[in-house]
């Protein structure tokens, strides 16, 4: 088989968590739609429960298929998507997908083309930093694989020196729920022009 990402896709429906370099940090991943595959994540971290994680999607529309888009967060991933920006948006009525809570998901389109190509023919990835909950996340994937030696697959992209994406939450008041490099300022610059 010529297609790697054909290869890496067939491991993500295979059920078992794995590791794709994204733009922000390396990333445990499974399919979102598997809630098998994503409680092995909180298994493979040891994340609280508790503690949600994001949906990478391929683009906008997609966003659209799990979650309400009102008209600031359109406008926010219309400026900082593809990129480290993660939305917490309402849960679309019939969402299925094993993330975020029983109101709202945390959605982002990442900067990544690998990413982006997974989950427009997979559907939208469960992804969280490569790291033990509270750990600093690894760099690089020699270093991941060192971390998580019992996953099987880890898609080495290179050194990664970014931070987690910014969250910020459209559940009412605009909210930035972690700090990335994505800033308030930047949010709130956006938010103006467009009101």
Request: proline content about 7%; some cysteine; charged content about 20%.
């Amino acid at each position: 088989m010529n297609d790697p990402i054909a290869l890496i896709a067939d491991a993500l429906r295979d059920g078992e968590p794995i590791v794709l370099p994204t733009d922000t940090v390396y990333g445990i991943a499974a399919l979102a739609a598997d809630g098998d595959a994503v409680a092995k994540i909180f298994a493979v971290k040891k994340r609280p429960l508790d503690t949600r994680i994001a949906a990478l999607v391929t683009d906008l529309a997609q966003a659209e298929e799990v979650v309400e888009i009102s008209p600031v967060a359109r406008c926010l991933a219309e400026a900082f998507w593809p990129g480290a920006l993660t939305i917490v948006a309402p849960r679309r009525p019939g969402c299925d997908l094993a993330v975020g809570d029983e109101t709202s998901i945390g959605v982002r389109c990442p900067d990544h083309p690998l990413v982006r190509e997974l989950a427009r023919r997979e559907g939208p990835i469960a992804t969280t930093s490569a790291n033990r909950h509270g750990q600093p996340t690894p760099k690089t994937a020699v270093d991941v694989a060192a971390a998580f030696p019992k996953i099987g697959m880890i898609i080495d992209g290179g050194r990664i020196d970014g931070s987690a994406s910014t969250v910020v939450s459209v559940m009412g008041d605009v909210a930035v729920l972690r700090q990335g490099s994505v800033t308030l300022a930047d949010i709130n610059a956006v938010l103006k022009g467009n009101s």
